[in-house]
């Protein structure tokens, strides 16, 4: 057998993709999505006999425009990013966590009764903790059901989690109505330890808004997750089997237990969202503070392209719409927010991949 | 476009297909072919195209004679389905001209090119897996009752006629998903005979064909020639090449690089002209045995016995199945696709259950050990699916030469980037994976750069016993030789390898010993010097079995 000349290797470069291509693939398709919201916005608005740009000005103010405002945004994008991380990260897997709701609900819930169970005066550094842990178990139970039934069962975890979400919604209105409200009301009493700072405490000017220490987690959590995914050998290995679940079964990797992970950790992630409004906001547990919450979270994962700080950046884009409704309700009816998200995501889903090839068709006539 | 609406002059007669664009003025430039010959049946010239930096045709020509069978070759990216993509109207040049039976074809549509009678077979199946033969194939021109109730017999009466012209024999009222992968093909033939095609076009046929199925498709293409047609055969594989093709047009880097007659070269030439140097082939060698100064450890190597697998329907898809490999040893397994060869490798590599038997490699017993205690007990595993099972197409070259030994590049759970780098440098020089950038998507890499991926991670480890399955599928000649020299050199080293292919010359070139798998079972295993084409042939298809002398 003759050897045969080996061609000269050429030599290794660090070269791939350029950033700049990656930018624009990554950013241009949610502002594409975004402006054709803002057209089906002008229209709406002019359906109504009103000035667009006044309506949408009205909007900024509202928002971003004085600290009460923005402090609400920010406390809604922190239950949002909660959420839209938790969606994300199950969808990383290559599984659909619709049960955000309830494993919400489920950390809120947990989270006031620990608040409850705490001696008064419990140092935060002790109470924050413990409550986080009970959220995010009570979260992950509620996650973890689907997902053992999906490995052990091949249940379909879409089913599973929306259907979760009738039964522990129904069972926390059990609770609440049968056994701890306060009388006259859908709540708990109010807990006397774990109770957050509110921005309102560092700077006087959020005076009233509910924007609280449980942001600072949201941060955290999204650094944590990104973390996991993309430097962790847990990630490495959970995105494999998101992406090809074969060659990751291939790879010695259990698809059955990255599943596991995925949706138990999926709903320790939204659980703990539950301290937002639980030891931030209310200080209570309140039946239904979720309010739609946990499914806005799956949009907030979609625009955010499943990227955690996408997710950060969605979330706090889908805040803006909702307090903006609040701040136009004079002239146009809230609602019309609620119609922009659901444009804005119809046209995140579209414009993804046709932008993609808008783009590449354009950097392929210029390249040629 | 311009030229074609102004021109009106030349109209070809004896279109059957009914071609019914109008010839252009600017035929004129072309100097008209000898009255007493046919025009070229397709004429392509000075065709250049890009995709951003890449350049798939720089100036590639092209010239099919009427009634020939015509091999294109050239490795992978030399942009031979480019330039089809450009004949078949899916694409339009940058600049070149094409012309078909002698009237101008240049930048064509699709609609435009069926009207003209051509007809391209993918590579991949693009057929209604729930629907019948029949229906498939009237699929867009379905016969109708009144115009409204599509008729069945109808169809199926006429692909029962052009079924028995052709001899591409299939029953009409079978379904797709019951077909072999071999009858598919012939559904997909007879889908654009039956729209009229005069020109056929056949990217890689054989890339998923057994030897008698790709015999009995050479008659088929050998008749159709006969009966009229013309063919446009897309190969990297040099032995139908020499077979079958009346003219070879070689391709290299995009451009055209030779146009013989297939009866004045050899494959060597061809092979030289594809890559560009000269290339040792497999064809017709035999390896020689490995000199050991010492004997194995009785114990070393891969030991299987009586392994039994169940399919999904109770059927036993491995039937007690028992042999050895040593050491500096290649046992190949040969066979029709189907018959087990997927199932034993998936069996060894843990990816499948083993209903009954053992599995040991180096005297370790495996056969309830996961996939990655498989990895540490010394199992490589070339997968015969490299985008299913393979790779991770969407991870970077460097993430996916981890693959499987993920957690040797982690401490405490975190991926140690630096070495992960490290590593995808070293194997990329030493595999000479190209581009050679670890960042890039595997994705963007060609098949013979993605198989090489595979093979770096698998064979640039420590391993003692290898499982290679379908090595060298869909790669080029470069690459092929490549992998098959790293494979003999693994076997000097005194690994051992198990091989399977569908490539019967690559299964007799590397090999020891051979064996040929028939329904579940080994039909015969023999010394490879013993084995030919002929002898194997018979036992895969089952005429002959027992134990060769």
Redo the contacts between chains.
């Keep these: 057998m003759t050897t045969a000349t080996q061609p000269l290797a050429a030599k290794p470069t660090l070269a791939g993709t350029p950033w700049r291509e990656r930018a624009e693939e990554a950013l241009i398709p949610p502002f594409v999505a975004l402006l054709v919201a803002l057209i089906c916005g002008d229209l709406l608005i002019l359906s109504y006999g009103q000035s667009p740009a006044s309506v949408y000005r009205l909007l900024l103010e509202g928002t971003w425009g004085n600290a009460y405002g923005f402090g609400q945004v920010l406390y809604k994008a922190t239950t949002l990013a909660f959420t839209g991380l938790a969606v994300s990260f199950g969808l990383r897997a290559g599984l659909f966590n619709i049960g955000g709701e309830s494993q919400l609900a489920a950390g809120g819930f947990a989270a006031a009764l620990t608040g409850l169970a705490l001696p008064v005066g419990t140092p935060l550094l002790l109470s924050l903790p413990i409550c986080m842990i009970a959220a995010g178990v009570a979260g992950g139970i509620v996650g973890f059901v689907p997902a053992y039934l999906k490995t052990r069962f091949g249940a379909h975890e879409v089913i599973v989690t929306i259907m979760l979400n009738f039964i522990v919604l129904a069972l926390l209105n059990w609770f609440i109505a049968g056994h701890l409200h306060v009388p006259e009301t859908l709540h708990t009493p109010e807990i006397h330890a774990g109770v957050l700072p509110r921005l309102a405490d560092i700077d006087p000017r959020f005076h009233g808004s509910a924007a609280n220490l449980a942001l600072v987690v949201a941060v955290i959590v999204a650094f944590a997750v990104w973390f996991y995914l993309f430097r962790a050998r847990g990630g490495y290995e959970l995105r494999a089997v998101g992406l090809q679940p074969q060659a990751a079964e291939y790879g010695g990797i259990s698809v059955g237990r990255a599943w596991m992970r995925a949706l138990t950790f999926s709903g320790v992630i939204a659980g703990i969202g539950g301290i937002n409004y639980v030891l931030g906001y209310k200080h209570y547990y309140e039946d239904g503070f979720a309010g739609g919450a946990g499914f806005l979270g799956i949009a907030a994962a979609l625009v955010g392209r499943n990227h955690p700080f996408g997710v950060l950046v969605a979330a706090f884009f889908f805040a803006t719409l909702s307090q903006g409704g609040l701040a136009i309700h004079a002239f146009v009816p809230k609602q019309m927010m609620d119609v922009l998200q659901g444009v804005v995501i119809l046209a995140v889903a579209m414009a993804v991949p046709e932008v993609r090839g808008i783009l590449r068709g354009a950097r392929r006539r210029t390249a040629a | 476009m311009k030229e074609r609406e102004a021109g009106g002059g030349r109209r070809e007669a004896g279109n059957q297909a009914g071609f019914s664009v109008p010839a252009s003025s600017a035929a004129s430039a072309v100097p008209p072919p000898a009255s007493h010959l046919p025009p070229p049946a397709i004429r392509m010239e000075g065709i250049d195209k890009?995709?951003?930096?890449i350049r798939a045709n720089r100036g590639a020509s092209l010239q099919v004679m009427p009634r020939e069978i015509h091999a294109l070759v050239g490795e992978n990216g030399a942009g031979k389905s480019t330039l089809m993509r450009i004949l078949g109207g899916l694409m339009k040049p940058?600049a070149g001209r094409v012309e078909v039976n002698g009237r101008d074809a240049t930048g064509w549509s699709t609609n435009e090119a069926i009207a003209a009678g051509i007809g391209i077979v993918h590579q991949h199946f693009m057929l209604v897996p729930t629907l019948t033969v029949a229906e498939n194939l009237v699929l867009g021109c379905e016969p109708k009752v009144r115009r409204i109730v599509l008729d069945y017999s109808r169809a199926a009466e006429s692909v029962r006629t052009l079924s028995n012209e052709t001899g591409l024999v299939i029953a009409p009222e079978r379904l797709i998903s019951d077909l072999s992968v071999g009858e598919a093909q012939r559904v997909e033939i007879l889908k654009v005979l039956f729209r009229g095609a005069k020109l056929l076009v056949l990217d890689e046929p054989t890339a998923v064909l057994s030897p008698p199925e790709v015999r009995e498709l050479w008659t088929v293409l050998r008749r159709l020639r006969d009966n009229g047609d013309t063919i446009v055969l897309i190969t990297h594989r040099l032995d139908e090449v020499v077979d079958l093709s009346d003219t070879i047009t070689v391709m290299r880097a995009g451009k055209t690089v030779a146009r013989i007659k297939t009866s004045e070269t050899t494959p060597a030439e061809i092979a030289r002209l594809m890559v560009g140097?000269?290339?040792?082939l497999s064809a017709g060698?035999r390896?020689?045995p490995v000199d050991r100064a010492t004997a194995p450890q009785p114990d070393q190597g891969l030991e299987v016995g009586g392994l039994t697998v169940m399919g999904s329907r109770g059927i036993r898809v491995i039937d007690d199945v028992s042999f050895t490999v040593k050491p500096g040893e290649i046992l190949g397994i040969a066979g029709v696709e189907g018959n087990g060869q997927t199932e034993v490798i998936e069996a060894l590599?843990g990816?499948r259950p083993v209903f009954s038997g053992t599995i040991m490699v180096d005297g370790a017993e495996i056969t309830r050990r996961?996939?990655?205690e498989?990895?540490d007990v010394g199992l490589s595993?070339i997968?015969e699916d490299r985008h299913?099972?393979?790779?991770?197409?969407?991870?970077?070259v460097a993430?996916n030469l981890i693959?499987?030994v993920?957690?040797h590049f982690?401490s405490h759970?975190?991926?140690d980037?630096d070495r992960v780098?490290e590593n995808?440098?070293t194997e990329?020089?030493?595999f000479?994976i190209?581009?050679?950038?670890?960042?890039?998507?595997a994705r963007?890499l060609s098949g013979g750069n993605q198989q090489k991926v595979v093979v770096a991670r698998e064979m640039g480890r420590e391993f003692s016993v290898l499982l290679a399955s379908q090595p060298t599928r869909g790669v080029d000649v470069?690459a092929i030789?490549?992998i098959h020299?790293q494979l003999?050199d693994a076997r000097a080293q005194g690994k051992a390898i198990l091989l399977v292919s569908a490539e019967l010359n690559e299964v007799l070139a590397l090999s020891d010993r051979i064996a040929v798998m028939y329904r579940g079972k080994f039909a015969v295993v023999m010394p490879a010097v013993q084995a030919s084409e002929e002898v194997l042939g018979e036992y895969m298809i089952g005429t002959k079995k027992g134990t060769a002398a």
Excluded: C
């Design positions: 890009s995709f951003g930096a940058d140097r000269d290339v040792s060698k390896v020689q590599a990816l996961t996939v990655a498989r990895h595993h997968p299913r099972r393979g790779l991770i197409l969407e991870y970077t993430n693959l499987g993920q957690k982690s759970g975190i991926i980037r780098m995808a440098l990329i020089s030493s000479d190209r581009p050679p950038s670890p960042v890039l998507a963007a470069g030789e490549f020299q003999l």
